[in-house]
């Protein structure tokens, strides 16, 4: 199977920003989806942000639209996510993750994820 990490966590002041990056490594990645999903304590995973293998297509919560960007270089099999104008709200712990052929946003179509990287946003 694919192994996949996250890195790139950190504490920032509301308003900062912070890129988060994947790595996935293993077989390659062709064909496969990919997205950004966090965990807040107390609240259930949430879908942030996803992919097409190809990077033609993208998809954002509403909470994170206009302020999140996701990308992906499939050269050297990297998964981003470029997080801007951050608040406290977002402080949680954000997972990547592959999904084979069509891009979800529902994280049980899934098949594999990292271990998450926290990200804290102080006020």
């Known amino acids: 199977q694919v192994q996949l990490e996250e890195s790139g966590g950190g504490l920032v002041q509301a308003g900062g920003s912070l890129r988060l990056s994947c790595a996935a490594s293993?077989?390659?990645?062709?064909?496969?989806?990919m997205g950004w999903f966090r965990r807040a304590p107390g609240k259930e995973r949430e879908f942030v942000a996803a992919?097409?293998?190809?990077?033609?297509?993208?998809y954002y919560a509403d909470s994170v639209k206009g302020r999140f960007t996701i990308s992906r270089d499939n050269a050297k099999n990297m998964l981003y996510l470029q997080m801007n104008s951050l608040k406290p709200e977002d402080t949680a712990v954000y997972y990547c993750?592959?999904?084979?052929?069509?891009?979800?946003?529902?994280?049980?179509?899934?098949?594999?994820w990292g271990q998450g990287t926290q990200v804290t946003v102080s006020s």
């Open positions: 992919i097409s293998w190809l990077g033609r297509n993208t």
């Open positions: 293993g077989r390659t990645f062709s064909g496969y989806a």
């Open positions: 993750a592959a999904r084979r052929v069509a891009t979800s946003f529902v994280d049980s179509e899934y098949d594999y």
